[in-house]
């Protein structure tokens, strides 16, 4: 009888969160009666203790008492749980599809139940994490909701649901995956799925899909809600997805100061953990690194993840600003040739930068070709990133006139999607265009609000390009400004704060505030942006003056 009230206690703290009274209950009784139910309750709270080891060794613990008592259906719940636990603390998808395997043999001679319906779910994670090949998880989503219905099972329904709507959307049907993530995630924050680790997947699925359509906007919004529902029921470790989930939506905003913070108090809460969330904010850092300028840093957190299609690309990337044409492009096609046809929305993340490299290495066979698929999905999706990105690729390969107009396509699309970085990357493409066609009016415009959203951004390796463009527009010009005030902009250009100039040139951070009350009045600009950018089209910032980073 004590056996069973722990039992029934460690079930009822692990319905009330309370995750370590939980663990502490199950295994008091997975060592007193060796009950495989309880190995699997433990599992379940070493999961959101983030305890790898216990967890997985739970779990295979609850599979062996199963087969030793002649339940297959119970070994076969274990080995479908290992499965997912096995990627997601870093054991490999080996080891994943080797679990799914033993579940799905298990099952095949056994009545249908709601077992065979958690292993679809599973085998439709797997198939959009491993393979990458949404048709075959749209096929086994479909199958988990089917069975839901005909065993009357609501949680495996929804989850059925959210991933046919992540299916759907990574292969390109993003009006129709996006209406079936919509009707998941009111389900489960409806009450609709019981277990808080299913509604909080379905809700981070969302959140995925809004990241790979670069709906900047309603990731946002999810990510909040999300963090509200996390923080209210201790949900740690959704709390750290839906954490390095928002820092991707700040990184493609342009916050990118915010996005820092997340990502690097993310990283020291995880210091010790083996989920593969971890990795995810390692990658985020090493793009918002990139996307700075800061080249090293950025390449020691991406070869981390050597693997991951945002490393490659970043990586890649960072091969190119080198001026290493052919090597960025070798990696971007291997990437592209190890993702399926199907992969739509993953595809055209990489496709771009196939367009820009390709052509700068002289393959313009292959920048056509990526240019039309990219072509062909923009137009299927239909969002405004991906037409951005569509028009970008497509200028990269058209002559003068007609490049001009597609920049300016792309820069309104990547504005109307609130892509800061993207935008102000792309009128620096359109100014280098204008300029050549001997537009020089037009081309210092765009020059001006593209350094303003650099200087804002602090992105060095954006300005260092723009600066280049500058000297080709005029010849650098004494202007109003003292040596003294040209020095202090130019460190605030590189994105210095008051603090960090008056340290760098050691001074008051008073007397710094001081040059720049008179820096603005002598320019006539109300903000430190639109001084750097005036200064610097105007050629008032040669090069020479020092960057107060090592350099790369």
Not at 299 to 306: D, H, K, S, T
Request: hydrophobic letters at 45%; charged letters at 25%.
């Amino acid at each position: 009888m004590g056996a069973m009230v722990t039992v029934m206690s460690a079930q009822e703290a692990l319905a009330a969160g309370s995750w370590a009274q939980a663990a502490a209950a199950f295994r008091v009784v997975a060592a007193e009666t060796g009950d495989p139910l309880a190995f699997e309750g433990l599992a379940q709270a070493a999961w959101w203790l983030d305890d790898a080891g216990t967890c997985v060794g739970a779990r295979g613990s609850a599979y062996r008492r199963h087969r030793e008592l002649g339940d297959d259906r119970g070994a076969a719940r274990a080995a479908t749980a290992l499965s997912w636990d096995s990627l997601l603390f870093g054991l490999g998808s080996a080891v994943a599809l080797g679990w799914l395997g033993r579940a799905r043999d298990l099952l095949e001679p056994l009545e249908e139940s709601a077992e065979h319906g958690w292993l679809a779910v599973r085998e439709a994670e797997l198939a959009l994490a491993v393979a990458r090949d949404p048709a075959r998880a749209l096929a086994a989503a479909e199958r988990a909701s089917g069975i839901a219905r005909r065993r009357g099972v609501p949680d495996l329904e929804v989850v059925g649901l959210a991933l046919q709507g992540c299916a759907l959307t990574s292969g390109g049907d993003v009006e129709r995956g996006m209406s079936r993530l919509d009707a998941a995630v009111a389900a489960a924050t409806g009450g609709d799925v019981g277990d808080v680790m299913w509604m909080g997947k379905v809700c981070c699925w969302l959140i995925a899909a809004c990241e790979q359509t670069q709906d900047v906007v309603r990731a946002g919004e999810w990510c909040r809600r999300v963090e509200a529902i996390c923080a209210e029921r201790q949900l740690v470790p959704l709390f750290n997805v839906c954490r390095v989930q928002y820092a991707s939506v700040q990184i493609a905003q342009g916050t990118w100061e915010e996005a820092e913070h997340e990502l690097t108090s993310t990283l020291r809460r995880l210091s010790g953990s083996q989920r593969s969330s971890r990795l995810d904010a390692v990658v985020q850092l090493g793009e918002l690194r990139r996307r700075q300028g800061r080249f090293a840093e950025a390449e020691a957190l991406l070869g981390q993840a050597e693997f991951e299609p945002i490393a490659v690309v970043g990586r890649a990337l960072i091969r190119f600003a080198h001026g290493d044409a052919e090597g960025a492009w070798s990696s971007i096609d291997a990437l592209l040739r190890s993702t399926p046809d199907e992969n739509r929305v993953a595809r055209a993340a990489a496709l771009l930068p196939a367009v820009l490299t390709a052509a700068a290495a002289g393959r313009t066979e292959e920048a056509t070709a990526a240019a039309d698929e990219l072509r062909g999905t923009a137009r299927a999706v239909g969002t405004d990133p991906l037409l951005a990105l569509s028009a970008r690729a497509d200028a990269t390969l058209a002559p003068p006139g007609e490049a001009v107009a597609l920049l300016r396509e792309s820069v309104r699309r990547f504005g109307l999607a609130g892509l800061r970085h993207d935008e102000a990357e792309t009128r620096l493409r359109l100014a280098e265009v204008l300029l050549s066609s001997g537009d020089t009016t037009a081309a210092r415009d765009q020059l001006d609000s593209a350094v303003a959203e650099l200087t804002a951004l602090s992105a060095s390796a954006g300005l260092a390009e723009a600066r280049r463009l500058a000297a080709r527009l005029g010849a650098p010009k004494a202007g109003p400004l003292t040596a003294r005030e040209v020095e202090v902009l130019r460190l605030v250009a590189q994105g210095l704060s008051n603090q960090e100039v008056a340290s760098a040139l050691v001074l008051s951070e008073h007397t710094v505030h001081r040059h720049m009350a008179n820096i603005l009045t002598k320019l006539g600009q109300p903000t430190r942006a639109g001084a750097v950018a005036y200064a610097l089209t105007a050629g008032m910032l040669p090069d020479g003056l020092g960057d107060p980073r090592p350099p790369d």
